[in-house]
Structures are given as C-alpha cells and as structure tokens.
Nanobody, 116 residues
Framework: QVQLMESGGGSVQAGGSLRLSCTVSRISFISINSMGWYRQAPGKQRELVATVTTGESTRYGEAVKGRFTISRDNAKNTVYLQMNSLKPEDTAVYYC?????????WGKGTPVTVSS
C-alpha cells in the first residue's frame, strides 16, 4: 500500500514562507509518473497548486505562479513545495498526490493558514 506522509503546514503571516514536504513509501520512487500538490479551501473545490513529472517538467496553478516552487528529491523519495510571499487566499488544506501507472494516491493533507 502506497503511503504519503505530508509535513510542513502551519500558520504564517502574509508575506511569509513555508515549505511543505511529502515523503512516499512502499513503492519505488522512480516508478512514479508525477507528483504534485493540490489545495482545498473551505467551501471551494480542490485546485491544482503544482506538479512535477519524472522528467522534471513542472506545472503551476495560475494563483501561485512566481511564488511557489515544486521540486523532488529522488534519493529521499520526497517532493517539496516552497511557498513564498504567502497571501491570506493561500489558506487551505494542501494535499500531496502521486500518480503511478495512472492511479492516483492522495495524502491526508496538511493545513496552511495565512493571516493578514
């Protein structure tokens, strides 16, 4: 069973930074097609934040372009999301997602709260 362990969420003031981590276990990291972060704010649909493929291609949601950076460390089986210049509208639960052989696996989420 694939396991995703997210960490790094918390509370920060507007303009601050946080780094989220998602460590994948029980599967070979190189077998993963892509990894990414999604978020869901109260009363809203889950939305794309950023994804990175095996070939290191990245994709970002429009709301976070230029402020967030996704990266992956194959040696540590971990994907990161560096979030800078945080805004109150970034407040949400952030979920890690792994796509492997066209099957999606989700983490339980880590909350991020940005106060003004």
């Amino acid at each position: 069973q694939v396991q995703l362990m997210e960490s790094g969420g918390g509370s920060v003031q507007a303009g601050g930074s946080l780094r989220l981590s998602c460590t994948v276990s029980r599967i070979s990291f190189i077998s993963i097609n892509s990894m990414g972060w999604y978020r869901q704010a109260p009363g809203k649909q889950r939305e794309l934040v950023a994804t990175v493929t095996t070939g290191e291609s990245t994709r970002y949601g429009e709301a976070v372009k230029g402020r967030f950076t996704i990266s992956r460390d194959n040696a540590k089986n971990t994907v990161y999301l560096q979030m800078n210049s945080l805004k109150p509208e970034d407040t949400a639960v952030y979920y890690c997602k792994v796509k492997r052989y066209n099957i999606d696996y989700w983490g339980k989420g880590t909350p991020v709260t940005v106060s003004s």
